[in-house]
């Protein structure tokens, strides 16, 4: 089966195509640069740029399949969740394009997307396992079952992990996005100079709060002098102490539910020391990790073309003429596939 993905569900632009037997066929992602001068995402021109630069896209990656339009055998794209007026710019072109070409389409969870992305990998997990997604505006922890089966463990109760990333990014007066540039600062940051708080991790559960380490590193920014090395840091403290609540939650995760594979994706699951941090942690208890390629972490249309092509498999498709965003959509409330 040869499926068309389309991902529109905040800044990026991504098309690919997925054949059931030969893999990704080609993928192409366009990343909005005109929300940076903004220090964050402005919704309505983010969908005034996934209308231009949707139908090229699709255009390139049918041309660089070396396929004809014809050959598609269904089209899937991000129902949500998402900003609600690029979401529906995916849905409404992807539907029209089902309609005139005669094949089926199917509204794809985005986050179950992201947790599916290292399947994209010739080294991939078996279901069951834990899931860690990390995005500018997702924290969780998933216990996955099976396709379409999840049970949510934990999940952020205020900022997600990424977003805490962006906004301390612009309190060191570093733009958007935030991830690789605290990234990289950190890497010249003096250790231990500063110490910020780990959240939640004196109770029990696997829930996760990062408002009050970015108020704690506001604090800290106003009571220092703006000079490069106090920035950077205070960039390497910030980093230590999101990694490190991370990893915590995730061991603890792990010790819960028995699981011996750990998957990680989301933008943030790019990070480096985030990704060796895990992989050491995970060995030590006998498991595995399994990341997506950093092309991958992202947001991404062969994510969506890979998960809309097992749900078309198994025989899902929307019905009707009408489609709907879902700005908010559970990842527990998904039909399972048997």
Not at 126 to 132: I, Q, S, V
Not at 170 to 175: H, P
Not at 224 to 229: E, H, I, R
Request: proline share 5%; charged share 20%.
């Amino acid at each position: 089966m040869l499926v068309l993905g389309i991902e529109t569900s905040c800044d990026d632009t991504g098309v690919a195509l997925y054949d059931s037997r030969e893999g990704l066929l080609a993928h192409r992602l366009y990343s909005q640069l005109v929300h940076v001068e903004y220090g964050g995402i402005v919704p309505e021109l983010a969908s005034r740029d996934h209308i231009r630069k949707l139908l090229p896209l699709i255009d390139t990656v049918i041309k660089a399949a070396e396929i004809e339009p014809e050959n598609i055998d269904g089209i899937a794209y991000t129902a949500g969740p998402g900003l609600a007026g690029a979401l529906l710019v995916g849905a409404s072109l992807a539907r029209s394009l089902a309609w005139a070409w005669g094949i089926p389409a199917l509204g794809v969870h985005h986050m179950e997307g992201h947790l599916l992305s290292p399947m994209l990998e010739l080294d991939r997990p078996e279901f069951p396992f834990l899931a860690l997604l990390v995005s500018g505006g997702h924290t969780l922890l998933a216990d996955v079952r099976r396709l379409g089966e999840y049970g949510i463990l934990g999940q952020s109760v205020d900022d997600a992990v990424g977003e805490a990333f962006d906004k301390t990014a612009k309190l060191l007066g570093l733009g958007y996005p935030g991830g690789p540039a605290i990234a990289q600062l950190a890497e010249t940051g003096v250790a231990d100079r500063f110490t910020f708080p780990r959240p939640m991790l004196d109770r029990p559960g696997l829930d996760f709060s990062f408002s009050g380490l970015k108020t704690a590193v506001a604090t800290e920014v106003a009571a220092q002098a703006d000079d490069v090395q106090t920035r950077a840091d205070i960039a390497r403290a910030f980093q230590e102490a999101a990694v490190d609540t991370l990893v915590r939650k995730c061991k603890r995760a792990l010790e819960q539910t028995g699981h011996k594979q750990l998957v990680i994706a989301g933008g943030v699951s790019a990070n480096q020391l985030l990704r060796a941090r895990l992989a050491d942690m995970v060995g030590a208890l006998g498991a595995r990790t399994y990341f997506p390629r950093q092309e991958f972490c992202t947001d991404n249309g062969a994510m969506i073309a890979y998960a809309g092509t097992l749900r078309m498999m198994a025989g899902q498709k929307d019905e009707g003429t009408g489609f709907a965003a879902h700005p908010r959509w559970s990842l527990e409330a998904l039909p399972s596939v048997v």
